[in-house]
């Protein structure tokens, strides 16, 4: 066999294999029954209307915000306060730490004073 011979078969058999692809046409899909159930894995709760529930999953014994914010109205009706601000607590501590720093650096003057290093306190 000579060459021209053998690329025009090499030529013949890739149309023939290009068409034999092009004529397949894909599958149609399957139809969907309309009462299907859906699909549900072991990884998360399972769907509402399985579950029965039409209310919100609660998840290691944590409180959705709205029971959070019914709990906050019910122990602030208690107590009488209305609301605490953001960051109160941190502010409380801070004014507390410097007015403790202060103390602490009277006491220190005074004790020097006493000891006879007054001329080294600033005037």
């Known amino acids: 066999m000579n060459y021209p011979q053998s690329m ?4 013949l058999a890739a149309v023939l294999g290009a068409g034999g692809v092009m004529a397949q046409t894909a599958p149609a899909p399957a139809p969907v ?13 399972a ?3 399985e579950r029965g529930s039409i209310g919100a999953i609660v998840l290691d014994d944590s409180l959705v915000r709205a029971q959070r914010d019914r709990d906050f109205e ?6 009488g306060v209305a609301s605490v601000g953001r960051g109160v607590m941190r502010q409380t501590m801070k004014a507390k730490a410097q007015a403790e720093l202060a103390e602490a650096r009277a006491t220190e003057a005074a004790d020097l004073y006493r000891r006879g290093a007054g001329g080294m306190t600033p005037k």
């Not at 025009?8 to 030529?11: E, N, P, S």
């Not at 309309?34 to 990884?43: T, Y």
């Not at 019910?74 to 107590?79: E, F, I, L, N």
């Open 47 to 49: 769907p509402a209307q």
């Open 74 to 79: 019910r122990t602030s009706a208690r107590t």
């Open 8 to 11: 025009r078969l090499a030529v």
């Open 33 to 45: 029954p309309a009462d299907a159930a859906p699909v549900v894995s072991d990884v998360g709760p």
